[in-house]
């Protein structure tokens, strides 16, 4: 015959928690809910604002990091630059492209429908007068295998590195001029260093 350990509850012993206890504690789960369902929305809201930044700066302000010296003085290797999408480049201006699945930066010097011409000291003429280029700190022919004086086609940028002895641009048809439509934005700003932060000119 087994046995069994009775244990007797007397009611009467158990203590009842106090009205200010059991409003404490009511209070204390209200704060728990509350601090989790705004964690919650704090995460969400986070999260949908870095998908819209990442989507505005995918299609409008591009983040570029440069690689290679062809745009020296100007911009260095390593330099990361905002550039703005779906705007108008003109004369001058430091653009991004496409190329072969690359993104290049070289300045535009000539438009469609513009000559461009390079005497042997690497001056540069567009429709017969010499172009200013402060941003350059030498001249050089460089790797020309045009024919001069050039017209540039219709719809396409003649573009230059600024650092003209080494930079590979349209001055031969490896890469030739940009069509328009492979733009990927004016380079405008320089946020990397923190020592050359800027306006690009």
């Not at 003209?164 to 700003?189: P, Q």
Request: glycine share 6%; charged share 25%; aromatic share 8%.
């Amino acid at each position: 015959m087994s046995k069994f350990n009775k244990t007797e509850i007397n009611i009467d012993e158990i203590e009842m928690p106090s009205a200010e206890t059991l409003e404490a504690e009511i209070g204390d789960l209200k704060y728990k809910t509350r601090f989790i369902r705004i964690l919650r929305n704090t995460i969400l809201t986070l999260v949908v604002v870095v998908a819209i930044a990442v989507i505005v700066s995918m299609m409008f302000m591009p983040v570029l990091q440069i690689n290679g010296m062809s745009m020296s003085d100007t911009l260095y290797s390593e330099d990361i630059v905002v550039s703005f999408s779906h705007v108008k480049c003109e004369t001058g201006d430091v653009v991004a492209f496409y190329f072969n699945n690359n993104i290049l930066v070289k300045r535009v010097i000539a438009r469609s429908g513009q000559w461009v011409d390079i005497d042997d000291e690497g001056n540069v003429y567009v429709d017969g007068a010499i172009i200013d280029e402060p941003y350059i700190s030498e001249r050089a022919f460089g790797d020309c295998n045009i024919e001069l004086p050039y017209q540039v086609p219709d719809g396409r940028l003649f573009v230059m590195g600024d650092h003209r002895s080494t930079s590979v641009d349209s001055r031969n048809t490896a890469i030739g001029c940009v069509a328009e439509e492979m733009l990927v934005g004016k380079v405008a700003y320089r946020i990397w260093p923190l020592s050359d932060i800027g306006i690009i000119e």
